[in-house]
């Protein structure tokens, strides 16, 4: 790989480990922003427009940086151990994420199923609730360790 490729790779890799990560922060704080100050209905048309928007910027940023950094590896059989953890460590943040965009569909549906009259998912929205922030920081905590794996 000539060194202007290198660089080209380098450069995208790390706009996209700073555009998740910038995400990742941008998320808990808009959500902690939409449920101080609006109606619990709005919420429900807020969330769901973030989240399909999050899901395209965020994947496209997660992809780009997973398929840079197989470029800058080379090719797996000659990863060391050290590039071999930081991509298990990818693949888990790219699970995480599938699970939690799973798991945000479903606390959507509930919280919308919580505002019509007689319906009340009460405590399976609570879990789901909860299932999001365990995940949230699971994603944060794997995307930690793989930078820091990688800097090692």
Known sequence: MSIFTGQILLSLNLLAAMVWTGGLVAIATSTLAARETLPAADQVGFFRSLG????????????????????????????SSTERAVAALTLAVALLTLLG????????????????????????????????????????????????????
Not at 60 to 67: G, N, R, Y
Not at 71 to 78: I, M
């Open 52 to 79: 399909r928007r999050w899901a395209l910027v965020s994947g496209l940023a997660l992809a780009l940086f997973a398929v840079t950094g197989i470029g800058l590896a080379g090719a797996p059989g000659d990863w």
């Open 101 to 152: 965009v799973r798991n945000a569909r479903a606390v959507q549906r509930l919280r919308a199923r919580s505002l019509t009259p007689g319906e009340g998912p009460g405590t399976e929205l609570d879990g789901a609730r909860r299932t999001a922030h365990l995940l949230r920081g699971l994603i944060a905590l794997a995307t930690l360790a793989a930078v820091l794996v990688a800097t090692l």
